[in-house]
């Protein structure tokens, strides 16, 4: 089999030559010629004339696995959990389990906790040089929850597993007592009611610290937007934090939060957890209720958890996962478990690895990727080597669905303010306009059919392992400011394997695989059947335990003396 995945090959646009490719593409004298070269460049037009018997699947359709049961799930031990502290090797961040063993034990208190964070935001993330994570913070609200927290902790009855612990949310998702803009400037939504993960966060306790950053509409991988600062990275200040979920990486890179609530439609979390040297979760599709979540692209899209450590990201998902009346599609799901949990030995435990794809990355990150799958083999685990057909496709697939989605998402906030929107949004939304009727349904033949390649190389495979982007935190360049860029090279290279747990549902992990020359971290994606999260955990942890992790050049620690 031909590894057929392209590498995108179209010049670097910033300034006025973006304004201008915006303007052309906008224009109807001009919009439907130069729409129909970029589709024939992005391959959209080779997806249009394609042969494809398959019947369209317009959402992942994912099998329900009939050994499991609501009454044989094993139950997941929350509180044994939230008490089960796992230090990694090397710079340790402040966990969620540091947090609640510091209240319990008297060093410190929620109150405290709440005046260093807003200590520190005040001095890393207004100003010149800011860090650029929040969109949306409230004094009142957060120190009035901190304070219900301490009482609580001195009655010695906390509310549930994160009491009191520093939580951020995506600006896409709606959290009442704060504004839901998705990255815009004009968009400012004031919600009624928590979104459902953002809720079931809270009823554990958590200190929702404010609404963070997000690359605008969350229809590109940088992180850059125009109206509210483009977040550096932390571990490499002037270079970008990946995206969409830009400012939920940095707010958890920074050290302001253990836990932040993210959306993935095409890597939005993999791709920022990797490039900020944290943890990341994309479940199966709809095992984590969408509801609250601002509806950009509903069959590709993903509400989930970003963490400081694997048990962070196992601690917010075994709380945010699980059916949801508000959302229907999260009705039918098995029972979610943490099973195998902290267990090391790999025995019986088979990794795919699809060479070709695999080493389409940089050097450096191929040998990170390399001494995971050493790592794994030494625990016990089978290496296999296996062929995933059609991939090229399936990222037109993928690309041609979000793209669609978020246009007709934004059809009518478009019409009305077009001219608002970032140069590389508005150029986004103009393609998705220009995609036809018949190119959808093309894309989700092909959603039918990787699937099902998908399913067969499961049946060999328990994870297939590859890196979580092709590079390293590209740097922010002085001329994308103000009007951003359009880069489809880095763009391709960023989202290179991350996009087809998207297009099928399959859920994926990114976990920090080590460093690259420049000091820049490396995300190790782990991809898995569907509903199997619990395997992914197991194995990022194992991952975990075994790649010392760095500190970042941006730090605080909200728990220093506690």
Known sequence: MTYDLKTANAPRMTGLALEA????????ATGHLLGQKLLKDLGILELRYSLLPEAPSVAPTLPRPASFSAAAAPPVDLEGLARSARKTPGFAFESAVDFVAAYREGRTDPVEVAERFL???LRLDTGERAL?????????????AARESRERYRKGAPLGPLDGVPVSVKDELDAEGYCTTVGTRFLKLRPTEDATTVRRLREAGALILGKVNMHEIGIDTSGFNAHHGTPTNPYAPGHYTGGSSSGSAASVAAGFCPISIGADGGGSIRIPAALCGIVGLKATWSRISEHGAYPLCASVGHVGPLGATVRDVALAYALMAGPDAKDPNSLHQPPHHLDGLGREDLEGVRIG?????FEHATPEIVRAAEGAIELFRSRGARIVEVEIPELERARVAQGVTILCEMASGMARLDAEHRKSFGLGVRINLAMGRAIAGIDYVQA??????FSEHLARVFQAVD???????ALTAPRIADDVFPRGESNLEVTSGLMRFVYPANLTGNPALSVPGGYGASGHPIGIQLLGR???EHLLLRLGEVLEQNVPRRAPSIH???LEGA
């Open 21 to 28: 490719a915006a303007l052309a593409l906008e224009n109807p």
């Open 119 to 121: 200590a520190a935001a």
């Open 132 to 144: 650029r994570v929040f969109i949306e913070r409230n004094t009142d609200r957060l120190l009035a």
């Open 353 to 357: 690895v699809y060479r070709p794809w």
């Open 444 to 449: 989700q033949k092909v959603r039918t059919r």
């Open 463 to 469: 994870v297939i392992v590859t890196p979580t982007t």
């Open 530 to 532: 569907p509903w199997e």
């Open 556 to 558: 605080v620690r909200l």
